[in-house]
């Protein structure tokens, strides 16, 4: 684990799939990470525990297993509905152990944003094989049609989005710890 803290203090280059499926090269700036590894608990099961928030989430996006301490494969991507589907099905089936994972509020996912990273803006120690694109959140956006719209939030570029339930993002499975 010093090594690994040792390359967050120092401009790094990772790679890390795009939502096209090209590499893109992770670049985080020295001293400006705001993500450190030790404020989480690998719980070695694909899960680490964030002991700040007390929220326990799952390394990889859904879609891609955890191997050998990585992510494999492709994640997926969903409409909202079917995001949110996936979720319950997962809490169902009790293949990830605990019965209440859940798409994450906006608040929730921001908390493994990565603002001294690009490409993706997370840290790729606790969360490998992240894509650069948007994930879904559970938080509606509040008036007007809201029933059609809800918050998602990017590891790109583009920060908090408000998307049409039917547009189709990657997701991250979260529940609480406590």
């Known amino acids: 684990m010093a090594w690994a803290l040792s390359l967050l203090t120092q401009m790094i280059l990772v790679g890390a799939a795009s939502v096209q499926g090209a590499a893109a090269q992770q670049t985080c700036i020295a001293g400006q990470s705001t993500l450190q590894a030790t404020r989480f608990r690998d719980n070695g099961d694909g899960t680490v525990t964030d002991v700040d928030s007390k929220l326990m989430w799952m390394r990889c996006a859904s879609g891609q297993n955890w191997v050998d301490a990585q992510c494999t494969g492709q994640a997926a991507a969903y409409n909202w509905p079917d995001a949110v589907r996936k979720a319950n099905q997962i809490s169902r089936s009790g293949d990830a152990f605990f019965n209440d994972w859940r798409l994450p509020a906006l608040r929730d996912l921001a908390t493994i944003t990565d603002r001294g990273c690009e490409n993706p803006r997370t840290n790729l120690l606790l969360f490998p094989g992240t894509p ?17 719209l809800a918050f998602a939030l990017s590891f790109g570029a583009e920060g908090v989005l408000v998307a049409r339930k039917d547009e189709r993002f990657y997701v991250r499975f979260v529940r609480s710890a406590m």
């Not at 650069?132 to 059609?148: I, L, M, Y």
């Open 132 to 148: 650069s694109s948007a994930f879904w959140t559970s938080t509606p956006r509040p008036g007007g049609k809201s029933e059609d």
